[in-house]
């Protein structure tokens, strides 16, 4: 039964399961944290380690994207909110870098488990670089896993930010390698008449019924 609870893993199109945490930045309710805001939450191994160091600098310094587009970040470790704050003050004092977010102090592990951040074959005792994008609604709606000794990409943590909002605003799809300002997919027929549409319409780019693609 521990196996099982250790190893859940939230789904893409899941609720996101609800806890209560001590951070960096106080005590938190997660389904009442950053109401009509998306949420990025993302693990590391642990405080006080080189790669780690390097991603939630990445993350720090370029926090005013996110803010940007709506989006609170919050980082977990299996660490003492003690720890914690000793690791984030001696990296501001190192680096001129501020972890201007709230950091989870989960030592007990609970929040690593409930969202299956642990993964035994890889550590039993430190959460592996797992991204959640969450939407205001509290919905996962992309998930990320990385494993301990290869640092995430922020460059494709804010891509996919950007991809999962446009696609909600304008009802599209993103081809492979979508940048915002590219050509968007027109989602695909699901009719004759749809199909037919397609066919006789007037798009920036059409490759067939089903390949068809349009500016915003």
């Not at 969450?134 to 000794?149: A, G, Q, V």
């Amino acid at each position: 039964m521990e196996n099982e609870v250790m190893n859940t893993m939230p789904r893409i199109g899941d609720m996101a399961p609800d806890f209560e945490a001590v951070t960096t930045k106080g005590k938190i309710k997660f389904s009442d944290f950053a109401k009509d805001k998306w949420i990025v939450m993302f693990s590391h191994p642990a405080d006080f380690t080189p790669v780690c160091t390097t991603e939630m600098s990445g993350f720090a310094t370029r926090k005013n994207e996110f803010d940007e587009l709506n989006a609170e970040l919050i980082g977990l470790s299996i660490d003492s909110i003690h720890s914690h704050l000793a690791w984030v003050n001696n990296v501001k004092e190192k680096t001129g870098v501020y972890f201007n977010f709230p950091i989870i102090a989960d030592i007990d592990m609970k929040v690593s488990k409930l969202y299956g951040m642990l993964q035994p074959n890889e550590s039993e005792t430190a959460a592996v670089r797992a991204v959640f994008f969450i939407d205001p609604s509290k919905k996962i709606r992309l998930i990320m896993y990385y494993p301990l000794n290869v640092g995430r990409n922020m460059d494709e943590i804010i891509r996919v930010l950007q991809a999962l909002q446009t696609s909600d605003k304008y009802k599209v799809a993103m081809p492979l390698n979508w940048k915002p300002g590219e050509k968007v997919i027109v989602p695909p027929p699901k009719n004759l008449d749809e199909m037919q549409e397609r066919i006789d319409g007037n798009y920036d780019e059409k490759i067939d019924f089903y390949l068809v693609k349009k500016n915003l």
